[in-house]
């Protein structure tokens, strides 16, 4: 990854790629079909063949300041469970949860041109334009505490072109975790799914309950959280997985999302633990 210092000098002087410009894939590599739905042919390695164990010391090594910070990035359909394996993450590891679609929504709420441009597209389950997202998240990016803390992406890149406004920088990540879950559960969890106000926690109705009446009692929904929406939203996703697998395919790690929550995070934990003793094992040799 490129220094901090160069990077965020270069952020600045870098316009975004063109909206939308997207890499022809590579006929052996298709590894989706471009519009949704049913099976999907995705070559990569699940979890466990990739050659990853758990170690226990890869998170003294961090705390020592031994390796270099941890870098990630997660994917996956809409729904699939990203922002809730990023709590986990996050509270585990101590990266610096970066969002797309909160940093969004934050400019949503505060009601800024870049937000009100922004919900129309989410209101059509379609991309912002990088014209507001690129620049949102690579200076989010680039800011100390995800230099020191190292970061974890979710949500973004979604393109070809968001993925190369990071590679010009040098920015890759660790390891990429490509979550996978049918389909036809994904509507149900979207339907399903409210959010504490207060303390940003993701519920679902019937899978992740609230604990009690009061906490129920305050909980809101995602104004693109309908059917109607998140069938938008899965087809712009699938138009969009394939150039990402092909540019981080030396990284990629496709984990079962459609297990328990524990389940999917028990899988996440191996990977990122095996990342970080691979980081250390560099530093000691
Ligand atoms: P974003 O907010 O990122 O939405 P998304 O990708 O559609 O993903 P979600 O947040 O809906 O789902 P998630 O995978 O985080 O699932 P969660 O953990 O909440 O983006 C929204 C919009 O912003 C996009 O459509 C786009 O318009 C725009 N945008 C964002 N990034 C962009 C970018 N880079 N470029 C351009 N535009 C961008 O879980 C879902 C539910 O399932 C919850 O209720 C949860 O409790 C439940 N659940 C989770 N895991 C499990 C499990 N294992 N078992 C049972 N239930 C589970």
Known sequence: MASSTAAAAAVTSLLPPPVGAERPVPQGRLLFRASR??????RLNPARHHGL???????????????????????GAPASGKGTQCELIKAKY?????????????????????GKQAKEFMEKGQLVPDEIVVNMVKGRLLQPDAQEKGWLLDGYPRSYSQAMALETLGIRPDIFILLDV?????????VGRRLDPETGKIYHLKYSPPENEEI????TQRFDDTEEKVKLRLQTHY????????IYEDVIVKVNGNTTVEGVFGEIEKLLTSSLDKKTEMVGS
């Open 37 to 42: 739905a049913g099976s999907r042919p995705l």
């Open 53 to 75: 164990s758990p170690a226990p010391r890869a998170a003294k090594a961090v705390e020592a300041g031994k390796a270099d910070p941890l870098n990630v990035m997660i994917a």
């Open 94 to 114: 101590g990266l610096v949860h970066i969002s797309a679609g909160d940093l969004l929504r934050a400019e949503i709420a505060t009601g800024t041109d870049n």
């Open 182 to 190: 049918p389909d036809e559960l994904l509507v149900e969890r979207v």
């Open 216 to 219: 129920a009692s305050r909980l």
């Open 239 to 246: 138009q969009n997985i394939e150039s990402l697998v092909s």
